[in-house]
């Protein structure tokens, strides 16, 4: 019996687990420029699974090195580019070897920064179905005459 209860309790935090937090499977990328000396923007928010591009705009050979030593450009001249894919929550800093005073950072967070837009909403579930009956008609439920007396 106990070990029933267990399997309920895992079933019910997997369902949790799921409804929270849907798979992500769309491919994202940031695009940084680094022109002038700088990273431009020296400071970005991405999701986990995100690509960041880094693209050389100035005619001198920069690099995107991590401080951590987690990634490491190596020297890339005018028009190339380097790019890095960021999996894990974090604070990530860099900056141009050649260059100490370029920095940026890339905070990866998996905080959805603004709630996903809404579907479409279904006020008229007997429409939907296409299982209208005369008691729906005659209930007057709600929305249906407002929205249909035309
Ligand atoms: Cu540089």
Known sequence: MRSRMLMLEILLLLSI???????????????IEVRDYTFQPD???VEPGTTVIWTNYDN???????????FDSGLFGE?????????????YE????????????????????????????VTDQAIVNDTL???DV???GP????????
């Open 17 to 31: 687990t799921l409804t929270i937090c849907p798979v992500q499977a769309q491919l994202q990328t940031e695009d």
């Open 43 to 45: 400071s970005i928010t």
């Open 60 to 70: 001198d050979q920069h690099t995107v090195t991590s401080n951590e030593e987690i």
């Open 79 to 91: 028009g190339e580019t380097f790019e890095y894919t960021f999996e894990e929550p974090g604070t």
């Open 94 to 121: 860099y900056f141009c070897r050649p260059h100490p005073f370029m920095t940026g950072e890339v905070i990866v967070s998996d905080e959805d920064p603004e709630p996903a837009e809404p579907g479409v909403v």
């Open 133 to 135: 009956t005369y008691e």
């Open 138 to 140: 005659i209930s007057d």
């Open 143 to 150: 929305g249906w005459i407002d929205n249909h007396a035309d």
